[in-house]
């Protein structure tokens, strides 16, 4: 296989808070590849939106990434960890390198300006276009993205658009200035399913057409099943988890991933059938349980082992697990 | 079994007021003339995506909102009531017979009030006044929803939303009410979690023999719960049938399209779905016909004149389209 585009190595990120300190992304490695889709898939607290912050340098505080490398392979050039850059380096990196479609388009756009004005706005940052041709190629994108009758549209204000197409025009926003890496948090998350079947069905697109490597944060094992070539799955800032979509969910190893393959409601259920359960709830991440994290909540528990340390991460490149089941000597 | 509850006819028309004079200039066509009944013991669940009108009807079942037209009657100890049009004095005598579980256990539970008053409140309200023989009904509710006995003296803050959805069924219960409706009850919650509340729902109506309109946008989660399911566009229902026919042979093509739009995590599943064009139609200003047809890939002429009745073709089964009976539309079966 080609090199990763981006390889995360280690990945701490903490936040300050007053019950100490938090952490929420604690140990995390995968790579991302030219034209796949790494699923990130979690549930609350996982981690995975901070993930994702991490990677663009945007966490807020009082978070800090506090350790680990994340690595970029620019198209010409060496490559470079994005911790170590300094600021106004990583402003070049944010659009141009990665892009980021935000969970919420309704929240992540200013009501005070036309969307063409906050996709043109970037296009003349990084691309150095005049007013005139940044306005045309809003008008390309738009039509990329599928948004009818882009130039009327590229006028009117976030609040005039539909949830379905408002998420159009934040991919289309975040493909403006050409990014290799697409990270999408939840892009379909507040919509309705025929829509989030529509923005699925555009991301997969443009993938195909652009070769783009796609990061795809999800809760939903369903959008992963679709979307993925490979998954990392996330408990509590760690990935205990990570391999080809196929194999996770055919022969998933790790006792999280088998549950939360379990508990999934399907169309293809019997009716009224009860669903197997994952015991307990979800730990604050300030409350993290000693040991491997998962292990209060863990039907395959060995021994005090898991009670006790962590799990280290063990197998090849590709596929990897966290669990004492797994190997990982004591 | 018998009849609980029979919607028939029930319209919500909100008025679009514009201008100094706020004269009213149209009408958002919320509810646009939704019949169905519920039988007791029985889990009906009402599906569609936003807008389409579902939390409108359990608004107006409820009547937090004067419906516009239609009647909702209840049969409650041996004698019918049509809540639609019963005036507000004497409806609230009969609010304990219906309850509601909520969608967000967050906003839904008053942060300064302890688990134990947010359970007992509706106890409270309706007459028992015995402190001892309140708490003592409120640690069985809690036994029942699988909340430990400590927690009655804890604020909301100190559980997760699981648990938290646990109180709202604990107080929903309180006062053994006829009907609960419950809107979106495990949407906001993880999907390790999400099981556990929709295995209590069932638990409990095997128990109790609890009869439920379950509302919801996800055709996944309704078919672990329901009996019957009404899908609802656009104001009204197209499709109505038990549940297994609805998934295994759906006969609007509406239905065929979120059948097919719910992932499964199942990969290499998603080539068969359908795409629907377009957004969802405005309830202000519904296209003429079908209100369906501008997405539908099987719409004829016809469709964008004739506005289809909801007709029985099969025992049990209702449907809106003018098509039904000659498509042959895919299933689950046919989708994987």
């Known amino acids: 296989m080609a090199e990763p585009i981006l390889s995360v190595r280690d990945l701490h990120t903490e936040f300050v808070a007053n019950e100490g300190i938090i952490r929420a992304v604690d140990g995390v490695s995968f790579d991302v590849f030219q034209g796949r889709t790494l699923g990130v898939v979690g549930e609350s607290g996982c981690g995975k939106s901070v993930t994702a912050r991490s990677i663009l340098g945007i966490v807020e505080r009082p978070g800090r990434v506090t350790g680990g490398q994340i690595i970029l392979r620019p198209a010409d050039g060496p490559p470079v960890d994005l911790l170590k850059l300094p600021a106004k380096a990583m402003r070049d990196i944010r659009g141009p390198e990665i892009a980021l479609v935000f969970q919420e388009p309704m929240a992540s756009f200013s009501q005070y300006y036309t969307i063409g004005n906050q996709i043109m706005e970037g296009i003349r940052l990084h691309l150095g276009l005049s007013r005139r041709a940044a306005r045309d190629r809003a008008i390309e994108l738009l039509d990329m993205v599928g948004v009818p009758q882009p130039s009327r549209r590229v006028d009117e204000y976030p609040f005039q658009l539909s949830g379905g197409l408002r998420q159009r025009v934040m991919i289309a926003m975040a493909l403006s200035c050409d990014p290799r890496v697409l990270i999408a948090d939840e892009p379909t998350t507040a919509l309705d399913v025929t829509t989030q079947a529509q923005i699925l069905d555009l991301l997969r697109d443009l993938q195909q057409k652009q070769g783009l490597a796609l990061i795809l944060i999800t809760h939903d094992m369903g959008v992963i099943a679709e979307m993925a070539h490979d998954v990392a799955v996330m408990y509590l800032g760690r990935a205990v988890e990570t391999g080809p979509v196929g194999e996770i969910f055919s022969a998933p190893r790790h006792p999280y991933t088998r549950a939360l393959l379990r508990s999934i409601p399907t169309v293809l259920a019997k009716p009224r059938t009860r669903l197997p359960t994952i015991e307990g709830s979800i730990p604050h991440p300030s409350n993290r349980p000693t040991g491997c994290a998962y292990h209060p909540r863990c039907l395959e528990i060995i021994d005090e082992r898991c009670r006790a340390q962590e799990p280290p991460e063990t197998g090849a490149a590709t596929t990897r697990i966290r669990c004492f089941l797994h190997g990982g000597a004591a | ?336």
Do not use: W
């Open chain 2, 1 to 336: 079994m018998t009849t609980l509850l029979e919607v028939r006819g029930l319209k919500k028309y909100f008025p679009i007021r514009k201008g100094l004079l706020r004269r009213v200039t149209g009408q958002v066509k919320a509810v646009d003339g939704v019949s169905f009944t519920i039988r007791k013991g029985e889990t009906l669940a009402l599906v569609g995506e936003s807008g389409c009108g579902k939390t409108t009807v359990s608004r107006c079942i409820l009547r937090a909102i004067d419906p516009s037209a239609g009647s909702v009657t209840i049969a409650l100890e041996g004698h019918t009531v049509d809540l639609a049009t019963l005036p507000r004095r004497q409806l609230r005598p009969l609010r304990r017979h219906m309850q509601m579980v909520f969608q967000d256990p967050y906003s839904s539970l008053n942060p300064r009030m302890l688990v134990g008053e947010i359970i007992g409140e509706p106890l409270l309200i309706n007459g028992m006044t015995d402190r001892a023989e309140r708490r003592a009904r409120v640690l069985a509710l809690m036994e029942l929803v699988g909340l430990p006995g400590a927690a009655i003296n804890r604020f909301p803050h100190a559980f997760s939303g699981g648990q938290r959805q646990r109180i709202g069924i604990a107080r929903a219960l309180a006062l053994n009410p006829a009907l609960i409706v419950a809107d979106e009850p495990v949407s906001a919650l993880d999907v390790s979690v999400q099981a556990q509340i929709l295995n209590l729902l069932l638990d409990l109506q095997d128990r109790l023999g609890l009869t439920v309109l379950f509302v919801a946008h996800d055709l996944s989660v309704v078919k672990h719960v329901a009996d019957r399911v009404a899908v609802m566009y656009v104001g009204r229902i197209v499709e109505m049938a038990e549940t297994e026919a609805l998934y295994h042979r759906p006969l609007h093509p509406y239905t065929e399209a979120l059948l097919s739009a719910a992932p499964t995590p199942i990969p290499g599943a998603v080539s068969h779905r359908i795409i629907l064009e377009r957004d969802i139609a405005d309830p202000a200003n519904p296209p003429p016909g079908c209100a369906f047809h501008p997405r539908c890939r099987y719409a004829e002429p016809r469709c964008r004149t004739d506005r289809p009745e909801m007709v029985e073709v099969e025992p049990g089964r209702h449907v809106a389209c003018l098509r039904a009976t000659e498509l042959g539309l895919r299933g689950i079966a046919e989708m994987t």
